[in-house]
Structure formats: C-alpha cells, structure tokens
C-alpha cells in the first residue's frame, strides 16, 4: 500500500502540521507502508540534524523519515520563518504518476495541498485532507477580517471534496459539520511518551536557562497573534507585582513573527530561548519546568499542551478548542476565561504557592498524557486507509461484477 502526503508545510518547519505529518509518515511506514512526502523547499543549512525542527517521531530521532519531493518556495511576508510553496501542478502530477499511490492526503488547504488534491482526482485516486487550522479564525488577527467569510468558504470546499477529513478534536469536528463537510473522523490526539516523559528533568538545564532555584513556568509554541501571548506576558507581570523577588520565573520557546513585540513588552524575569531541538532540548524544557501557561483560543489540538502534560506539568490554559478535550480544571491543571490576565495570575499565584495542588495536577497531567500515546492513533490510521482503499477497489469492481464492462 503507498500513500503520498502532500502538505504546505514539514520538518524542519516547527508547528503541529508538520510535527503530526511526520509523525505520520513515520508511523505508516513502520506499518508497512510505502510512504512520500511533496512539501516546500527549505533552505539546506536548515535540515542538519540539530536543526529547530529535528522531529518527534517514534523510535531513534536518527531514523531516516521516508522520501520528501520539495517545490520551490519563498519566505511568507511578515513571517520569514513560514515558507509559502509555488503551486506546482504538472511536477506533484508526475510524482503521482510514477509513485502510483493508493491514498493521497492533504495536509494542508493551500498550493501543495490543493495541487495535491487536483493531481490525485485527476488519476481516480482517493483523496483525504486534515484540518490542523482555523485560518478564518485568524484573519481579523492579521488584519484581514473582510477575507474571514471568504476564507471559511475556500477551506470549506476542500474538505468537502474529500473521501474524509481528519481533525484533532471535537470542537474543530463540529466546526466543519457546521461548514457541511460530512465525513469527518476526530484523530491525531497523540503525544510521543517515549520522548515526553519527566525523566528528562535536569538541574544543568535549569542552570542553562537560569532560573535557580526560582518557579519556573514554560510557554512553548509559535509567537504569532493568534496565540496570545501578551496574556501570558501580562498575568505574569500581575505575578510578579505579588511576589517575593526571584521567586518565579517565565520561559518562553518558539519564534515567530510578534516575538520582537513580546520581547520589547515582557517584563523582567522572561526569558526567550527561540526554537529548541525538538527530541532533546525541548523535552528537558518541559521537564525541568514546574508548570505549563498557555492563553490560545484558536487550537484545534493543542500539542504542546499534551507534551507538557506528557512532562508532567500542570497547565494552565483557556479550555477553548482542542484545550478543551484534554484540559480538565483541578484534575490535571487549572482553567482560565479567555484573555482574562488576572484570572490567569492568580492561577499561576495559586500554582507556585500550593505545592499539595501542584502535584495533584501533576499526577492528572500524566494519567491524562499516558492515554494519547501515538501507537493507538496510528494503528486507528492506517486501519481507516486501508478501509478507504477497500471501498475505492470495491466501487471500482461494481461495473465488471454488474457486466457493464469487462475487467
């Protein structure tokens, strides 16, 4: 069986698109897949193995991923770190061609992904999409709220032209019920436990990061609008009006293209430490936190909360979209109301000082991670392929069983 993943975005670009595709890629063809990947070119010096992006996967971080095709691509304006592909037809229509795959799926709804999609429909060849991002959601945060409604109805006619959408939680399912795409499995909630886990803990990466002996909390993800976090910034300068000097601390990875705004306003006791290796640097940042903040309403998943849960960090968070399928308030962390900074300090207050609640937390962050290892996730992937190419070759057979023409 062979499918190809064709996605606007991949390792060594740090996001949950590309963390979850090659997650995927790597999973199916551990299960006997043939697998490759159509993605946008990056710039060589970025795919070394130390490289930001280095990626989750199961198994030895060194394993080689399967083949990836790139299409020419440029930095996306105001956002250097994001590269935009050229739509590439008749090049992704030859990949196809000679790969001859079973299942295309589209990672994203944009030039690989779409182009992707044509190809493979052009051939009769099932074609299944993921939604990862409300990119309707964040168009008033880039001022371009006009474009909202437009938007939704592009990304709505993607998804309705494919066999099945897969989605990372049940909000963003009934997001595009509601958008009238019909077949839509919930599926991607996973977290590598043999990455995340508080054994990564380490005195030398508190001292590398300098926060002593002080309560740290950790912010990981991109630092875009849409993720919020000038809340976070601000409930911590709450934090600290009420606290003992050096007694607590924010850390902050990830780059993005608000980071030299959210540098310019975080107040003393932030520090920023960009992109980390993702199969050493990052897990050793959660697991030598002591908590988990985080103020984004726009997730469809959430990842980095379950790495950090996976760490065993109590989070606090805004259990809004995929948040709220993990986040369970006083059992594995703390829930606060949306772009609410007090409320999210006197969490962070009530975290740092109550040490008996902290560990309850914590012991429910691991219970809640040690359910959403990615085995499970995978096997329920390639089981729901492989269903798809069954009724495909069935559809297929219809008119030769029926006589209507010969094999």
Known sequence: MRVLYCTDTYVPQVNGVSVVTDIS????????????????????????????????????????????????????????????????????????????????????????????????????????????????????????????????????????????????????????????VADVEVWGRGVDLAIFTPDRRSARTRARIGVQNA?????????????????????????????????????????????????????????FLGNLERARELPELYASADAFVFASVTETLGLVVLEAMACGLPVIAVPAGGVSDHLRDNDNGLAVPANDSEAMAQAMWRMATEAGLRECLSEGALRTARALGWSAELDRLDASYRGLCEETEAVRALPVRLGLRRA
């Open 25 to 180: 890629a790597r999973g199916l063809a551990a299960r006997g897949w043939d697998v490759e990947i159509v993605a946008p070119r990056y710039p060589q010096a970025a795919r070394g193995p130390a490289s930001p992006g280095t990626p989750a996967q199961p198994g030895p971080p060194e394993q080689p991923g399967p083949p990836v095709h790139d299409v020419l691509a440029f930095p996306a304006p105001r956002y250097p770190d994001l590269r935009m592909a050229f739509p590439a037809p008749w090049r992704v229509a030859r990949i196809i061609g000679r790969f001859r795959p079973d299942i295309v799926h589209c990672a994203t709804e944009f030039a690989v992904g779409r182009v992707g999609m044509w190809a493979a429909v052009r051939r009769g060849i099932p074609v299944v999409t993921s939604y990862h991002t409300n990119f309707a959601q964040y168009a008033p945060l880039y001022g371009l709220g006009r474009a909202e409604g437009m938007l939704e109805r592009y990304i709505a006619s993607v998804h309705r032209s494919a066999r099945r959408t897969y989605t990372p939680s049940t909000a963003s399912r009934a997001e595009l019920w509601r958008m009238g």
């Open 215 to 271: 309560f740290t909390f950790v912010y990981v993800g991109r630092l875009a609008p849409e993720k919020s976090v000038d809340v976070v910034l601000e409930a911590y300068a709450r934090l600290v009006a009420r606290a003992a000097p050096d007694a607590v601390r924010l850390v902050v990875a990830g780059s993005g293209p608000a980071e030299p705004a959210l540098r310019r306003a975080a107040p003393p006791g932030v520090r």
